[in-house]
C-alpha cells in the first residue's frame, strides 16, 4: 500500500464510504486519511475481563450488545418521568453484564445489538447481575479485539453519522498496519537538535499512542512540519522575488522633503517612530525591495511614519502611492497628507503634486491624473482599489504604502507592486524593478499570527502611543439599566456644550426585517428630530453618494455637526481629534477588533474619551462569546492583549478563513499553544533559506518536496516556484 494509492484500496471501504469520505473531509487517497489527526483521545482506563472486577470499583469492560428493554417510570411528585434503558452485554471475554442510561434513549440507536463496544464507568451489582450505570461508551464496530485491550487511549476523530469514528479508526489502523515506514524529510542532526520524533513514530504515535506521553511527542512533531514548511514556503518564495526583482534604492537624504516634513511638525516623533525610521530607511537604502509590515495599535501615529517614507521616495526623484480601503479613508488621507505637507507647499508651483484617485474620480479627472502619473508630474497618489486598475501606470513608482492590510487580499498586495514603473525595464540589466512596499495594520495581530501570516514579511510594531493620552473610559449598557441611556443623552448634550463631538455606530443602513437591529437612518431620524433637535446631527454609511458623504464627514470634522450617526464605515483611520465619545448600538453584533478600531475613533487627542456599548437591547440573550468579548471590551484599551483574547475566543479558524488570507489550512498547530514551535521554525527557515535560497541543495531535496506536496495550490501557489 502507498500513501498515493485511492482510499479503497483499503478493506471494509467501499463505493458508499468512498463517497462519504470525499464528500464529508476531501480525503481521497491513503495518504489524506492518516492525515486525519485525532482530535483527542479517551482515555479507557485499564480493560478488565468481567470475571476481574470489583463490585465499587471504576473499571472498562468490553462485550458485544445482545438485547435492549426500556421502561417508563412515572413521574411522582415533583420528579420527572425517566426513560430507562438497559441493554445485556456478553463479555468479550465470557460472562455477561447490564449497562443502564437514563433519559438517553438514542444510546440503543448507537449500540445496536451485535455492536461491539468499551464501556467504561462505576461497577455495580443488581439482583446478582454486574451493572454499569450511564458509563462513558467507546463503539468498536469491528476493530481487533486484541489490539485494544493493550491501548487504552482510543483516538477520537472528527466524524459523522455516514462515516463514524470507530469506521475511521479502523482503517486508519488498517492502512498503517500495511503501509511501508514514512521516510524523514527532516534530517537526523534537525531531529536531534529539536527534540523531535521520527516522521513514522509521529504518524503512527498519534493515532495509535500507548500513552499520553507519545501522542504528545508525535503531535509537537507533526505540528512542528506544518509550520517549518509554511514557514520555508513563504521564505524560499520570498528569495525567489528578491532574486528575480531588484527593487530601487529610495536613500533617505539628509536637507531632502522627508527631513523638511519631520522639522515642520508640531511635536516630536515618540521613541517607537523614530525606531521605525530607522528601521525603514535600512530597507530604503538597499536596492532590495523593502517588504514590511507596520503594525501599531489605534492613534500610535502610523500614518507620520507612512508620509515620511513616502517623501523618501520623492526626495530621490519618484513616486509615492497611498493605497487605503475605503474612499472615506482616502479622502480623510488627503486631506490630513495636505494639511500636514503644508509647510511644504502641496499643489502650488515647485511644491509637491498629490492627487486623490477612487471610483469616484470623474472620468476626466481621470485621465488628467493617469496622464500625468505616468508623465511623473504627480509625486504622491492617495487612492482605493481603483489603482490597482489595469491603466493605472506611473513613470517610476518608489513607495508603496498600503494601510489596513487585512481588508485586502493577498493577490491584491501582489498586483499595486506589480505596477513597477512605465519605463521599468532597466537597459542594464533587464530587470523589473520592484518599489519598496510598507505594508500597515492597525489591527493589532498577536505576535504568533503575525509570525504566520507574514512569515516572510519584516514587521516594525510602534509600541507606543504619543504623549498625553488619557485613557478612553468604557462603560456598558443593557436593558437592565434603561435609565442611563437617558443618562447618556445627556452627557453627549455637555460634551456638546463643552465643544466636544459624538459619534453614533449602528449595525444596519436601513431598517430591516430580517435582522433585529438598529439601523443608521432610524437613529439618525429619532436623535435629530427627537433627542437633539437642538444640535447639528449627521448620517454617513456606504450606501450614501459619495460626494453627500463627504461632504457630511466635512462638517462633522470641521465641527458644524456635534454628533455623526454611522455605520462601520467610520470604522478604520477616520481622524477627528475633537471626538471624544464613541457610543456603539447592539454592540454584541461586532466583533472585537472591530469594537476596537470603533472605540480608536475617539481619544485621539489630549481630552477625557469615553466609549458606551449598547448591548442586548435587540436581542434576547446575549451568547457567551458576546459577552466575553464585550467584558474583554470593556477592560482593557490595549489592542495587543484584545488580539489575544480574540484568538482565544475565536480560535485560528475564523480568523485565518484560509482563502481571504491565502493561508493553508493548519490541521494540527494552534497559534497560541504552539508559539514557540512558531517562533522556532520561522528561525530555521530563514537559516534554511539564507543559505540557499532556491533550496537547490541535494541536502534540501526532501524538504523541498515536502513544501511542495503540502502546498500545491495554495499560498499564492508554492508550485508556481518549481516552474517559474
Ligand atoms: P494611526 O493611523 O496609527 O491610528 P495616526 O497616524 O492617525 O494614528 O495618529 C493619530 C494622531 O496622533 C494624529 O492626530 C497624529 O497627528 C497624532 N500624532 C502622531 N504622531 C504623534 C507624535 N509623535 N506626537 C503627538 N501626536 C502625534
Ligand atoms: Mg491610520
Same mark, same amino acid.
Given at each position: 500500500m ?13 463505493t458508499?464510504?468512498?463517497?462519504? %469520505? ?16 485525532p ?14 472486577v470489583? *463490585? ?5 469492560l468490553? +462485550? ?5 428493554s426500556?421502561?417508563?417510570?412515572s413521574?411522582?411528585g415533583?420528579?420527572?418521568?425517566l426513560?430507562i434503558s ?5 463479555g ?20 445496536p445489538?451485535g ?5 467504561s464507568?462505576?461497577v ?8 454499569? !450505570? ?5 463503539v ?6 486484541d489490539g ?6 482510543l483516538?477520537?476523530?472528527p466524524?459523522?453519522d ?19 515506514p ?7 542532526r534537525l ?11 509521529a504518524?503512527?504515535?498519534i ?7 507519545t501522542a504528545?511527542a508525535?503531535?509537537?512533531?507533526? /505540528? ?8 520555508l ?7 525567489k ?5 531588484a ?6 537624504t ?7 516634513f519631520?522639522a ?22 538597499s536596492?532590495?525591495?523593502?517588504h514590511?509590515?507596520l ?17 523618501c ?5 519618484r ?9 472615506v479613508?482616502a479622502e480623510?488621507h ?15 508651483l ?6 486623490l484617485?477612487?471610483s469616484s474620480t !470623474?472620468?476626466?479627472n ?8 505616468? $508623465?511623473? =508630474?504627480?509625486?504622491?497618489v492617495?487612492?482605493?482599489h481603483a489603482?490597482l486598475?489595469?491603466? *493605472? ?10 494601510d489596513?492590510?487585512h481588508?485586502f487580499?493577498?493577490?491584491q498586495r501582489?498586483?499595486l ?5 512605465a519605463?521599468?525595464v532597466?537597459?542594464f540589466?533587464q530587470r523589473?524593478?520592484?518599489?519598496d ?12 499570527l ?6 516572510d514579511?519584516d ?12 485613557p ?6 443593557t436593558?437592565?439599566?434603561p435609565?442611563?441611556?437617558?443618562k ?7 460634551q456638546?456644550?463643552?465643544?466636544f463631538?459624538?459619534?453614533? /455606530?449602528c449595525?444596519?443602513?436601513e431598517?430591516s426585517?430580517?435582522l433585529?437591529a438598529?439601523?443608521a ?6 436623535l435629530?428630530?427627537?433627542?437633539f433637535?437642538? %444640535?447639528t ?15 457630511a464627514m466635512?462638517r462633522?470634522?470641521r465641527g458644524?455637526a ?11 483611520? *477616520?481622524?477627528?481629534s ?16 472591530q ?8 481619544g ?13 437591547w ?9 459577552s466575553?468579548r464585550l467584558?474583554?471590551?470593556?477592560? !482593557?484599551?490595549?489592542g ?15 480568523l485565518? +478563513?484560509?482563502?481571504?488570507s =491565502?493561508?493553508?489550512?493548519l490541521?494540527?498547530?494552534? %497559534?497560541?499553544?504552539?508559539h514557540?514551535?512558531?517562533?522556532a521554525?520561522r528561525?530555521l $527557515?530563514?537559516?534554511? *533559506?539564507?543559505?540557499d535560497?532556491?533550496?537547490?541543495a541535494?541536502?534540501?531535496a526532501?524538504?523541498?518536496?515536502e513544501?511542495?506536496?503540502?502546498y ?6 508554492f508550485?508556481?516556484?518549481e516552474?517559474?
Amino acid at each position: 500500500m502507498q500513501l498515493t494509492d485511492p482510499v479503497e484500496v483499503i478493506e471494509g471501504i467501499g463505493t458508499k464510504a468512498r463517497a462519504a %469520505l470525499r464528500k464529508q473531509f476531501g480525503i481521497t487517497t491513503v495518504g489524506h486519511l492518516v492525515e486525519h489527526y485525532p482530535r483527542r483521545y479517551r482515555d479507557m482506563g485499564e480493560v478488565m475481563d468481567v470475571r476481574d472486577v470489583t *463490585v465499587g470499583e471504576p473499571a472498562t469492560l468490553i +462485550g458485544t450488545v445482545i438485547d435492549w428493554s426500556q421502561r417508563r417510570t412515572s413521574g411522582r411528585g415533583r420528579g420527572r418521568a425517566l426513560t430507562i434503558s438497559e441493554a445485556k452485554v456478553r463479555g468479550a471475554g465470557g460472562g455477561s453484564f447490564a449497562v443502564t442510561f437514563f433519559n438517553q434513549p438514542w444510546q440503543q440507536r448507537k449500540l445496536p445489538p451485535g455492536v461491539t463496544a468499551a464501556f467504561s464507568g462505576k461497577v455495580e451489582t443488581f439482583r446478582g447481575d454486574l451493572k454499569l !450505570t450511564t458509563p462513558e461508551v467507546q463503539v468498536l464496530g469491528g476493530r481487533d479485539l486484541d489490539g485494544i485491550e493493550h491501548q487504552r487511549l482510543l483516538p477520537v476523530y472528527p466524524a459523522t453519522d455516514a462515516t463514524p469514528d470507530w469506521r475511521l479508526a479502523q482503517w486508519i489502523e488498517a492502512a498503517l498496519d500495511q503501509l511501508p515506514p514514512f521516510p524523514d524529510h527532516l534530517p537526523e542532526r534537525l531531529l536531534d537538535e529539536q527534540d523531535l520524533v521520527t516522521l513514522d513514530d509521529a504518524m503512527r504515535g498519534i493515532h495509535l499512542p500507548p500513552d499520553r506521553e507519545t501522542a504528545a511527542a508525535a503531535r509537537r512533531r507533526l /505540528v512542528f512540519d506544518e509550520l517549518f514548511t509554511l514557514q520555508l514556503g513563504l521564505q524560499w518564495r520570498r528569495a525567489k522575488l528578491e532574486s528575480e526583482l531588484a527593487g530601487k534604492a529610495n536613500t533617505p537624504t539628509a536637507g531632502g522633503r522627508a527631513d523638511a516634513f519631520l522639522a515642520s511638525l508640531p511635536f516630536a516623533p515618540t521613541g517607537a517612530q523614530s525606531r521605525s525610521f530607522d528601521e525603514i530607511a535600512g530597507d530604503l537604502s538597499s536596492d532590495r525591495p523593502m517588504h514590511r509590515l507596520l503594525q501599531g495599535d489605534v492613534g500610535s501615529g502610523k500614518t507620520l511614519v507612512a508620509v515620511w517614507t513616502m517623501l523618501c521616495a520623492v526626495d530621490n526623484g519618484r513616486q509615492a502611492a497611498l493605497m487605503v480601503p475605503t474612499e472615506v479613508l482616502a479622502e480623510q488621507h488627503l486631506r490630513t497628507l495636505t494639511e500636514q505637507l503644508a509647510p511644504l507647499g502641496v499643489n502650488v508651483l515647485d511644491g509637491l503634486r498629490v492627487e486623490l484617485l477612487t471610483s469616484s474620480t !470623474t472620468t476626466t479627472n481621470k485621465r488628467r491624473i493617469l496622464g500625468e502619473l505616468l $508623465a511623473g =508630474g504627480v509625486d504622491l497618489v492617495v487612492g482605493t482599489h481603483a489603482l490597482l486598475e489595469e491603466g *493605472v501606470r506611473f513613470a517610476d513608482l518608489g513607495v508603496v504604502v498600503i494601510d489596513e492590510q487585512h481588508r485586502f487580499g493577498v493577490s491584491q498586495r501582489v498586483a499595486l507592486k506589480e505596477k513597477g514603473s512605465a519605463g521599468g525595464v532597466d537597459l542594464f540589466d533587464q530587470r523589473e524593478r520592484l518599489p519598496d512596499v510598507l505594508v500597515m495594520t492597525a489591527t493589532p495581530i498577536p505576535r504568533s499570527l503575525a509570525l504566520t501570516l507574514y512569515g516572510d514579511l519584516d514587521v516594525t510594531v510602534l509600541d507606543e502611543l504619543p504623549p498625553g493620552r488619557k485613557p478612553i473610559v468604557t462603560q456598558l449598557i443593557t436593558p437592565a439599566e434603561p435609565a442611563r441611556r437617558e443618562k447618556l443623552y445627556g452627557f453627549v448634550r455637555e460634551q456638546a456644550a463643552a465643544g466636544f463631538q459624538t459619534y453614533v /455606530v449602528c449595525p444596519l443602513v436601513e431598517d430591516s426585517d430580517a435582522l433585529a437591529a438598529t439601523s443608521a437612518t432610524a437613529m439618525h431620524r429619532h436623535l435629530a428630530d427627537e433627542v437633539f433637535p437642538d %444640535l447639528t446631527v449627521e448620517l454617513v454609511h456606504g450606501q450614501m453618494r459619495s460626494d453627500d458623504k463627504d461632504a457630511a464627514m466635512q462638517r462633522f470634522r470641521r465641527g458644524e455637526a456635534q454628533v455623526l450617526v454611522a455605520t462601520t464605515v467610520i470604522e478604520v483611520g *477616520v481622524d477627528v481629534s475633537n471626538a471624544t465619545v464613541m457610543v456603539i448600538e447592539d454592540a454584541e453584533r461586532f466583533g472585537i477588533s472591530q469594537l476596537h478600531q470603533l472605540r480608536g475613533r475617539v481619544g485621539r487627542g489630549a481630552d477625557r474619551s469615553y466609549c458606551v456599548l449598547f448591548a442586548g437591547w435587540n436581542t434576547d440573550e446575549l451568547t457567551e462569546d458576546a459577552s466575553e468579548r464585550l467584558a474583554a471590551v470593556a477592560a !482593557t484599551t490595549d489592542g495587543f492583549e484584545l488580539a489575544e483574547k480574540d484568538l482565544e475566543i475565536r480560535g485560528e479558524g475564523q480568523l485565518f +478563513g484560509a482563502k481571504q488570507s =491565502g493561508l493553508p489550512d493548519l490541521k494540527l498547530a494552534r %497559534l497560541q499553544r504552539d508559539h514557540a514551535i512558531i517562533v522556532a521554525t520561522r528561525d530555521l $527557515a530563514r537559516a534554511v *533559506v539564507a543559505e540557499d535560497p532556491h533550496l537547490t541543495a541535494p541536502a534540501n531535496a526532501s524538504l523541498r518536496a515536502e513544501v511542495l506536496r503540502r502546498y500545491e495550490g495554495g499560498l499564492d501557489d508554492f508550485a508556481a516556484l518549481e516552474t517559474g
